[in-house]
């Protein structure tokens, strides 16, 4: 079991960034590949990045190619999602997930075992 607690959302101006950041609890973060998702209002949750477990692989939406970066701090605990050129479009509330199986791809939400509550983002046009 692991707990997953989400922070740094907020309001910005189209072109600014945001820095999120996702703690967990317990003492196997290590063990879980982990991964972003957002989901505007009246949409579906979507696919934002994912990480492998020693941080080596990293996956992205083609819509945050070259904007956001994943990255985890295993010593932490945490994973963060630095966010830059942020664009209204971006606005959501972003969810941190973590998944245990050692197969399968990252892509998909039903892949993840355990979710945050989600921190709102907000980027003012």
């Known amino acids: 079991q692991v707990q997953l607690v989400e922070s740094g959302g907020g309001l910005v101006q189209a072109g600014g960034s945001l820095r999120l950041s996702c703690a967990a609890s317990g003492r196997t973060f290590s063990s879980y590949a982990m991964g972003w998702f957002r989901q505007a209002l009246g949409k579906e949750r979507e696919f934002v990045a994912a990480?492998?477990?020693?941080?080596?692989?990293?996956y992205y939406a083609d819509f945050v190619k070259g904007r956001f970066s994943i990255s985890r701090d295993n010593a932490k605990n945490t994973v963060y999602l630095q966010m830059n050129s942020l664009k209204p479009e971006d606005t959501a509330v972003y969810y941190c997930a973590a998944r245990t199986s050692y197969s399968g791809g990252y892509y998909f939400s039903h892949e993840y075992n355990y979710w945050g509550q989600g921190t709102q983002v907000t980027v003012s046009s």
């Open positions: 990480i492998s477990r020693s941080g080596g692989r990293t």
